[in-house]
């Protein structure tokens, strides 16, 4: 096997900058799987499981997070639990917030995602040079 062990584990699966993720900010029960997640998006957050969007569950404890989406293939399920510190949350509130893909990627590596800057907008050439 060999090769260098800080290597090891460093593939992680990220949203692109188009995708919606959208966040549940009011914990849940960490029991639940798949199906009672994605009932929880129709239920609570009143939207789509299979939209194509990500969502975001926190637990009470602030170092576990779980998200949902479709694929187009089938319903994928992540789960991450920090081994040191904690995820940097919103307040808790019954209230669904969103994020940007950046955002997203920085709350999944325990940093504090408030201080990803929104990316600038640029205009779209109208022809080629």
């Not at 960490?30 to 997640?37: A, N, Q, S, V």
């Not at 602030?62 to 940097?88: P, Q, Y």
Request: proline share 5%.
């Amino acid at each position: 096997m060999g090769g260098d062990p800080g290597v090891e584990g460093q593939l992680v699966i990220v949203p692109s900058g188009g995708v919606r993720v959208l966040v549940a900010t009011k914990p849940v029960d960490f029991r639940k799987g798949m199906e009672g997640l994605a009932a929880l998006v129709r239920e609570a957050m009143g939207s789509d499981p299979f939209c194509g969007a990500v969502y975001v569950f926190r637990a009470k404890r602030a170092d576990r997070v779980k998200l949902i989406f479709w694929d187009g293939t089938g319903m994928v399920l992540v789960s991450k639990r920090l081994e040191d510190g904690k995820f940097r949350w919103p307040g808790v509130a019954d209230a669904i917030m969103r994020l940007s893909a950046a955002e997203l990627q920085a709350l999944l590596e325990g940093l504090d995602w408030r201080r990803v800057h929104e990316p600038r907008r640029i205009a779209v050439p109208t022809a080629a040079s």
